[in-house]
C-alpha cells in the first residue's frame, strides 16, 4: 500500500484537500478519496510531470499547471489572481454544490497551504487563523516567508 498524506481544508462553501505529490505508483489510492471530496480541479504547483494525468482527466478532473511557483517563497499577483479565479469558478458560480479542489506541491507543507491560506482570507478569515486553522490539519505548514506574505 503507498503511503501518502492529505488533509482536509473546509469553511463554509470553500472545500480544499492539501496533499503530498503523488505518483503514478500512488495516484491510484488518491483516486477514491478525490471522489469521496466531490475534486473537481486539481492544482500541481511543482515542477515538471511527475505523473500522468490521464487516470485524473478520464474522471472528470481537471488539472492545472499554471499556477507554479518557487518552494519556500510566496507566489506572484499573477498567481494568486488566477488561484482566485479558479476559487471562484468552482465555489461561486458553478451551480453544482460541494466541490472541491485539490492543490499539492512536493510535500504540501509550503506552496499548496499558502494557496488555500489565500483563499481563507480572501473569504474573511483573519490571516493568522487561517494559518493556525491549516497549521492544526497539516503539521508543519507553512515558511516564515509564506506567514509573512500571508499576514500582509
Given amino acids: ?28 489510492a488518491y ?7 466531490n475534486v473537481t480541479d486539481l492544482v500541481r504547483i511543482c515542477e515538471g510531470s511527475p505523473y500522468n494525468i490521464q487516470p485524473l482527466t478520464s474522471i472528470g478532473i481537471v488539472v492545472h499547471d499554471d499556477m507554479k511557483f518557487e518552494d519556500g ?11 482566485l479565479e479558479l476559487n471562484d469558478e468552482v465555489f461561486y458560480e458553478s ?35 487561517a494559518i493556525a486553522y491549516i497549521r492544526k490539519a497539516r503539521r508543519g505548514a507553512l515558511n516564515r516567508v509564506q506567514i509573512a506574505f500571508l499576514d500582509r
Avoid: N, Q, Y
Fill in 31 to 37: 483516486i477514491p478519496i478525490f471522489e469521496e471530496h
Fill in 73 to 83: 517563497t510566496a507566489p506572484t499577483k499573477e498567481i494568486v489572481a488566477r488561484w
Fill in 1 to 28: 500500500m503507498s503511503r501518502f498524506s492529505i488533509s482536509p481544508i473546509k469553511v463554509g462553501d470553500l472545500s480544499f484537500l492539501i496533499l503530498d505529490c503523488p505518483s503514478d505508483k500512488s495516484l491510484p
Fill in 95 to 129: 451551480p453544482t454544490p460541494d466541490r472541491c479542489i485539490a492543490v499539492h506541491c512536493v510535500s504540501g507543507i509550503g506552496r499548496a497551504p499558502v494557496l488555500v491560506a489565500i483563499s481563507l482570507v480572501e473569504a474573511g478569515m483573519d490571516p493568522l487563523d
